[in-house]
């Protein structure tokens, strides 16, 4: 098998993954740099986030750090590690103002400072936003930067199968090349998983179709725990059918949320923030109007509510909401300007993921995790819109800077486990590609994704929970050791998908084991069975560890600095 020696391996290419690359690249010319992405950089799933970054620009105005850690802790259900939250909002606006340096073009306000416009669950417009096309400039922006760093290679469309790991130390990963079919080895002395979140474990979902959880597998497959893995962020505003998003500066620029009498009916939920109200919040609200008979009738059991900018104007919606125009008029056939667009929650985010401290270092040594894949925790039970880039920035910086200064420590290999090479190899292609066997590999990802939607949604109890992990458990069982049709090996795009399927199978027996042991509502994890916050018992993180029984459970407390658990108004 080749052989690719390097310094420091990035898993995946987006936000987390491209910051991290110039932080480390940067900090010495003769750091090699090695990035690998499934797709290529520029299609990573970042380019479609549209709403803004939070971070707080404008102290004088009356915004300040704590009130952006205070938010951000509030609005987690003080599941947060506030901690890690007061270093976050601390380095938040360093990662603005350095995108404008590299020449992001945020948008501006009339005197040519840039914007801000309002996000659900803060208390100051601290969103930096550059129209409602954010991540596809943000993504060009640090893409552009990446290319003028020759010690930065880029591995597009390679797969990254494993980590390698010995005597508790990371060694490398192992990844198959698309194009060609065949297994390679990374060899590294620091690797930083950047591969983001499990959105495609759900079938109504904003996630792009590559967010499939293989890094958190990875991750979980060597002994690391996976944190806090219950709670899944539901966004209000999905297009139906599509689940596309429509972005929450949808409601920042003064959008309604209107059911089916044509009420604005968050004035019942949270009556100081209104549609404004944190995701968790208003994705209830929506589902309780639906539930009681207030929504409208939608296709496939989708039934939705109204969100309402007619009364924005036209300039309004040209000017700031652009995307969301065309996104509607494409996909729905509806002009915002004239007519309300139909939307329900959709699966949006991964608060949890790979456990790591608040350097970004998982128990691994000299392997890191940005982004969504990990799970500092700074989102605790429920993220704040505009603060997961925010993250991907920040972390991207930290783990960068943190796997360049241990390698240049670090003067030599330690080699691959060569034992763990072999069984990879073996997996993928003989239990795999030539003698896998099993269910129909697309129908049984249909069912997974179809299970997960309908039984840990916005609203969860015991008995569905029960249900959903034996229809997991049971999948797994059908689908083997991976059924695959197409025996070649360039571009087999077959081979991948059921890699990805295996990988999510995993994942979501996490989220539905976690999910049941967690007896309370918390944030993004509600139940009907036990529809209260349980401080007493439950003011803590979940770790999940691998074992061929299913997940073990285990707890870690929360870390709070200054702000004690009280109750949510908004």
Wanted: net charge negative; hydrophobic share 35%.
């Amino acid at each position: 098998m080749d052989k690719i020696s390097t310094d420091i391996v990035i898993v995946g290419s987006g936000l987390a993954g491209l910051r991290a690359a110039i932080e480390a690249a940067s900090i010495d010319s003769s750091i090699q740099v090695s990035v690998i992405s499934k797709v290529h950089a520029m299609r990573s799933h970042s380019v479609a986030y549209a709403g803004g970054t939070g971070a707080v620009l404008y102290p004088d105005e009356g915004d300040s750090f704590d009130l952006h850690a205070f938010d951000t802790v509030k609005g987690s259900d003080y599941l947060a590690d506030q901690d890690a939250v007061e270093l976050f909002v601390r380095l938040a606006p360093r990662e603005i103002l350095r995108l404008e340096h590299w020449g992001m073009p945020w948008s501006r306000r009339p005197d040519g400072r840039i914007d801000q416009r309002p996000f659900g669950g803060h208390s100051f417009d601290r969103a930096c936003y550059a129209s409602d096309k954010t991540g596809l400039h943000a993504m060009q922006t640090l893409y552009n930067t990446c290319l003028k760093y020759d010690n930065i290679a880029f591995y597009h469309e390679w797969f990254a199968t494993s980590i390698l790991v010995e005597d508790n130390e990371f060694r490398g990963f192992t990844a198959l090349e698309i194009k060609s079919g065949e297994l390679y080895i990374f060899e590294a002395k620091a690797g930083i998983l950047a591969t983001g979140g499990a959105g495609r474990l759900y079938s109504f979902t904003t996630y792009g179709h590559s967010a499939t959880a293989e890094g958190m597998a990875m991750a979980y497959r060597v002994g690391i725990p996976l944190k806090d893995m219950e709670f899944i962020q539901f966004h209000p505003t999905g297009l139906v059918p599509s689940g596309i998003l429509i972005s929450e500066a949808a409601r920042g620029e003064g959008g309604y949320l209107r059911n089916k009498q044509g009420e604005r009916f968050m004035s019942k939920y949270a009556p100081e923030k209104m549609e404004l109200a944190p995701r968790d919040i208003v994705s209830r609200a929506m589902m309780r109007e639906i539930i009681e008979g207030r929504g409208f009738e939608g296709p496939n059991g989708l039934d939705y509510v109204h969100l309402d900018l007619t009364h924005l104007g036209e300039e309004v919606i040209d000017e700031k909401l652009t995307e969301i125009k065309m996104i509607a008029m494409k996909f729905a056939g509806i002009n915002p300007v004239n007519e309300p667009v139909p939307v329900r929650p959709v699966a949006h985010y991964t608060m949890g993921g790979v456990h790591v401290d608040i350097n970004g270092q998982t128990p691994v040594k000299g392997l890191w995790a940005a982004g969504e894949v990990n799970c500092v925790s700074i989102h605790g039970a429920n993220r704040l819109g505009c603060n997961s880039t925010t993250d991907c920035l920040v972390y991207g910086y930290i783990t960068g800077k943190n796997a360049a200064e241990y390698v240049l420590k670090k003067t030599v290999r330690s080699g691959v486990p060569l034992i763990q090479v072999e069984r990879e190899e073996k997996r993928i292609f003989d239990e795999i590609l030539k003698g896998g066997f099993g269910d129909d590999p697309y129908l049984l990802r249909r069912e997974m994704q179809n299970n997960m939607t309908r039984h840990a949604y916005v609203f969860r109890d015991g008995k569905s929970l029960e249900e959903g992990l034996r229809k997991i458990r049971e999948l797994r069982k059908r689908f083997g050791t991976g059924s695959v049709s197409d025996k070649s090996r360039e571009f087999n795009q077959n081979l991948i998908n059921v890699l990805e399927l295996d990988a999510m199978l995993e994942v979501a027996e996490v989220v539905l084991v976690s999910a049941l042991a967690r007896t309370e509502s918390r944030g993004a994890h509600y139940r009907f069975d036990y529809p209260k916050r349980d401080d007493v018992n439950w003011l803590k993180h979940t770790l999940a560890y691998r074992t061929p029984e299913g997940p073990r459970l285990e707890y870690i407390p929360v870390k709070i600095t200054k702000w004690e658990p009280k109750e949510r108004k908004y």
